[in-house]
Each structure stands twice: as structure tokens, then as C-alpha cells.
């Protein structure tokens, strides 16, 4: 039987009729203990709801993403660096000068791939240092926070309070209870409004990072710095030059779609682990089932962010691609692209690369984003608990 009555955690149990199951009356604690003790939410008694702090999810979005930026940013130049074209002599020089000798057998094929881009990936990095400094390994930092914590923010914030929104909307008023519709219209909405509105911070970013210095032909850099880099693209390529790779953004929402549909999952079976342990009579809270929480909390922004970045990785390069600065004739000629759109750019890359194309720079990537996103969704969680609120 499906009941409509509003929640009431406190007096729902008091008034539960003698002759209901053992196995709904644990179920309905389960519930509410999952609801008031694993997210931590404040209800007092009567029917007043935890108090909602929208923009406690915008400033620990902004805290979270400055904070994962940071820590991984020299792979961040680095996966910006695998995914253009500029390195793919370089790579080739590598693979030629180590070419692993035939697999016995095709299941060592995997492994050894997977590590021969391990070694790829120090040795270019170690590179970047030797050659340019640790300076290079920061490079584009700047207009990186510049984008990030804006960016996180507006994202965990939309995604936060539209989740909130619609769930009220659809009189949905226990959080175990959402379905994963309302999870996955929530981070479609806020990926899409996230992209739109950092585009252009994430294209200068991008170019900054690709600019680099040739020495021994006497040219110096393109960009002298942030500003110089947006005053060239809306010179040479308009004010829509600024947006190049939106689609490819756009794309992209299915990446952050995926990752807080499964995260949202897992924090349930979380919730439901903690509440099983409430219930239990001989269970004694300890330290461990703290840290089997925040540890859960954190695997799971983790493993999730693996899966969807692996299934979604092409939309990063083509999105980087994208984003490359055009050639400029010195005679004032047109300007040269070599990627014009979303799907011209899969076909080349396809054509001239390969399904390897498509998948350049990702143990770079992986490295990057799968601890960043666990530092990032372990510091919104712990902010929004600082500020008193819930996710």
C-alpha cells in the first residue's frame, strides 16, 4: 500500500499500528534513521522540516572545487596537454623508442597497454618540469580557480536546491524515497546552466595552458596572460569565439549526470547500511562507523566519477580540440581552423587518429579526476555539515 500522509518522524511510530510487520515497522525506522542520522539532518518535533540553507551548497561547492583544483593541477596540464595534437610526435617518439615486444597472450594486452601509459604519462610530465619549470606544472591555475569555483559552486548549487525543488514538487518528503528521475532532471539542469555560464573561462584556461614557448625559432608566446588571451579570440574570432567547444560542453552534461545519479545511489545503500546499524540492539556506535561513513561517502564520489568519466572521455577531447587557439597569417588573412564543429571534429580526429584519438590523455585524466572528485564531494559534504544543512 502506497500511504500519503505527510512524515512525521516523530510521531509516525508513536501512532503505528500494533498489528503491523515486524518487517515494515524496522523498514520504517530504517528510514527514518537513515533520513535523521546518516544525512544528518536537524527535525524537530511536529511536522517542521530540516532547515534548508541554499546557499550553503554554493559556498561548499566553491570550497570543494578550489580545494581539488589546486591539489591536481599539474595533471590537469598535463591531460590538457594529451588531449590537443601538439604532443602526438612526442608520444610517438616514445613508443617507437620502447615498443613493447608482441603479447604471448591477448589478456597481457590490457595490462601492459595500461602500463605503458602510466610511463608515457611521468615521462612527459617529468618533462614539462625539466624543461619548463614546476611553474609550467601550475600553469593556467589562475584562470583555472577563476573557473572552478564558480563553476562547482553554481553546480552543486543548482543541483542541490533544484534536487530539494523538485522533490517538494512532486511530494517526495523523505530523501531515501527520491527516485533517480529527480536526481538525474536536477544535475542535467545544473550541468547545462554550469557550462553556459563558465565557457569562457574555461577556453582561455585552455589556450593558456596549450601556449608554449618556442625557444629555438625565436617566437615568444601568444598570450601574455589572461586578458591579452581574451582580447586576441574576440578580435580575431568575435565574441562567439568564446564559446567554442559549448557544444561539446553540452555533451558533457551526461558525464556530471551520471556521476551524481550513481553517487545519489550509493549514498543510499550508505544510508541504509548506517540505519540497519541504528536498529540493532547490540550495535554500539564507534569511530569506525564514522569513518566507514565519510570513507563510503568519499569511495563512492570516487568510483563514480571513474565510471562516467571512462564512458564519456571523448566529449573531453574533442571539447579540448575545440578550444585550440586558430592560426593567424601574419599578412591579416583569414583565420585557419582546423576543427569547425562538434561532429567535424569527431570525424577528423576519428580519421587522422583513430579510437586511440579519442581516448588521448586519459590515465593523465583519471589520475586527475577521480581523487579530485573524491576530495571535492568529501569537502562539500563536511562544509554543508559545518554550516548546519545536509546534501
Given at each position: ?27 520504517s525506522r ?7 542520522g546518516?544525512?544528518?539532518?536537524t527535525?524537530?518535533q ?10 550553503a ?5 566553491g ?16 591531460k590538457t ?9 612526442q608520444l610517438?617518439?616514445l613508443?617507437k ?15 601492459r597497454?595500461a ?9 612527459i610530465l617529468?618533462?614539462?618540469y ?5 611553474r609550467?606544472?601550475?600553469?593556467g591555475l ?5 573557473g ?5 559552486a ?5 543541483y ?29 539542469i ?19 595552458q ?15 596572460n ?14 562567439r ?8 560542453s ?11 545519479v550513481?553517487y545519489?545511489q550509493m549514498?543510499?545503500?550508505?544510508a541504509?547500511?548506517?540505519?540497519a546499524?541504528?536498529v540493532?540492539p547490540?550495535?554500539?556506535?564507534n569511530i ?6 565519510w570513507?563510503?561517502?568519499?569511495g563512492s ?6 565510471v562516467?568519466a571512462?564512458a564519456?572521455y571523448p566529449?573531453?577531447?574533442v ?13 591579416g588573412?583569414?583565420v585557419?581552423?582546423k ?7 569527431f ?5 587522422e ?17 577521480v581523487p579530485?572528485a ?8 563536511l ?9
Open positions: 500500500m502506497v500511504f500519503s500522509a505527510p512524515s512525521h518522524s516523530g510521531s509516525a511510530q508513536a501512532h503505528l499500528p500494533t498489528t503491523t510487520s515486524g518487517n515494515v515497522t524496522v523498514q530504517k528510514i527514518d534513521e537513515a533520513t535523521s546518516s544525512e544528518g539532518a527535525v524537530s511536529g511536522s517542521s522540516k530540516p532547515k534548508e540553507k541554499p546557499l551548497h554554493f559556498i561548499a561547492g570550497i570543494g572545487g578550489m580545494t581539488s583544483a589546486t591539489l591536481t593541477s599539474p595533471l590537469d596540464v598535463l596537454r594529451l588531449q590537443s595534437d601538439f604532443y602526438r610526435s610517438q617518439a613508443r623508442a620502447h615498443a613493447p615486444p608482441r603479447p604471448i597472450s591477448p589478456l597481457l594486452a590490457l595490462p597497454s602500463v605503458l601509459h602510466l610511463t608515457e604519462t611521468m615521462q617529468r618533462s614539462i625539466v624543461h619548463e619549470g614546476w609550467a606544472l601550475f600553469k589562475g584562470p583555472n580557480l577563476v572552478v569555483v564558480p563553476a562547482r553554481i553546480n552543486f548549487s543548482v542541490g536546491n533544484g534536487k530539494r525543488i523538485l522533490g517538494e514538487y512532486f511530494h517526495y518528503t523523505d530523501v531515501t524515497e527520491t527516485p533517480m528521475g529527480i536526481h538525474l532532471t536536477a544535475a542535467a545544473a550541468g547545462i546552466v554550469t557550462g553556459t555560464v563558465t565557457n569562457p573561462i574555461w577556453l582561455v584556461k585552455t589556450r593558456l596549450l601556449d608554449k614557448s618556442n625557444a629555438e625559432s625565436g617566437k615568444g608566446r601568444k598570450y601574455r589572461s586578458w591579452d588571451c581574451i582580447k586576441q579570440t574576440v578580435r580575431h574570432e568575435g565574441i569565439g568564446l564559446y567554442k567547444g559549448l557544444s561539446a553540452y555533451l558533457g552534461v551526461t558525464e556530471s549526470t551520471l556521476q551524481w550513481m545519489e549514498k543510499k545503500l550508505l541504509r547500511r548506517e540505519a546499524r541504528r540493532d547490540s550495535h554500539i556506535h569506525w562507523d564514522d569513518v566507514e561513513m570513507g563510503g561517502r568519499v564520489a570516487g568510483m563514480a566519477k571513474l562516467a571512462i564519456t566529449h573531453e577531447v571539447r579540448t580540440r575545440l578550444r585550440i587557439a586558430p592560426k593567424v597569417p601574419i599578412g588573412g583569414k585557419e581552423m576543427y569547425t564543429g562538434l561532429v567535424q571534429c570525424k577528423v580526429v576519428w580519421k587518429e583513430g579510437l586511440f584519438g579519442l581516448y588521448g590523455g586519459l590515465t593523465p585524466h583519471l589520475l586527475r579526476v579530485s573524491a576530495i571535492m564531494f568529501g569537502m562539500y559534504e562544509i554543508l555539515r559545518v554550516l548546519g544543512t545536509t546534501s
